[in-house]
C-alpha cells in the first residue's frame, strides 16, 4: 500500500464523493491517511483490478482500515469490490472496516452483506446517499457518527 498515492493526511475530518454519494469521516485528533484507489494516478499501479473507490487508513498503515465504495443501485458488485481490495490491501492491517454509500439498498442485499462479513471478518456499515463515521479513540474502533 506504501506506493499508492496517498491523497490527504489529516486529522480533523476526510470526505470523499462522487456522484451524490458522500462519506464523511471525523479522525477525532488521530492522522489518517485517504488514497483514492479509483483514480489515474493509481490506475497505472493498479492495472484496472477490481477495486474499491477509496481507503482512509491510519498513518501508520497497519492499524486500522476503512474500504469505502461509493456506488449507485449494484451493492452486491460493491461488495466484490470491497472484498477485491481488502485481500489485495488489507494482510498487514489490524482491524478492517468497510463502507458502502450507494443510492438504493436492495431487500436481497442481506444474504450477500451477511457472507461478506462472515467471510472477511469486517464490520460493514451501509447507508443511502450520505454516511458519517468516526473513529472512536477509547475502543480504537470505527463507529456510526452520534449527533
Do not use: W
Not at 14 to 29: D, G, M, P, T, Y
Not at 56 to 77: C, Q, R, W
Amino acid at each position: 500500500m506504501k506506493r499508492l498515492k496517498i491523497e490527504q493526511e489529516i486529522d480533523k475530518t476526510i470526505s470523499c464523493k462522487e456522484n451524490k454519494r458522500v462519506l464523511f469521516f471525523n479522525c477525532n485528533s488521530r492522522i489518517f491517511c485517504k488514497i483514492h484507489l479509483d483514480n489515474k494516478a493509481n490506475n497505472q499501479i493498479l492495472n484496472n483490478f477490481p477495486r474499491c473507490d477509496y481507503i482512509i487508513v491510519s498513518k501508520d498503515l497497519e492499524d486500522i482500515a476503512l474500504f469505502i465504495e461509493l456506488k449507485g443501485s449494484n451493492t452486491v458488485h460493491a461488495l466484490e469490490q470491497i472484498e477485491q481490495s481488502i485481500n489485495t490491501f488489507g494482510n498487514a492491517i489490524n482491524k478492517k472496516y468497510a463502507a458502502i454509500v450507494c443510492s438504493k439498498i436492495h431487500p436481497k442485499f442481506n444474504t450477500h452483506k451477511q457472507q461478506f462479513i462472515k467471510r472477511n471478518k469486517t464490520q460493514l456499515f451501509i447507508k443511502e446517499n450520505q454516511m458519517q463515521l468516526k473513529y472512536n479513540s477509547n475502543k480504537q474502533s470505527i463507529e456510526k457518527y452520534k449527533y
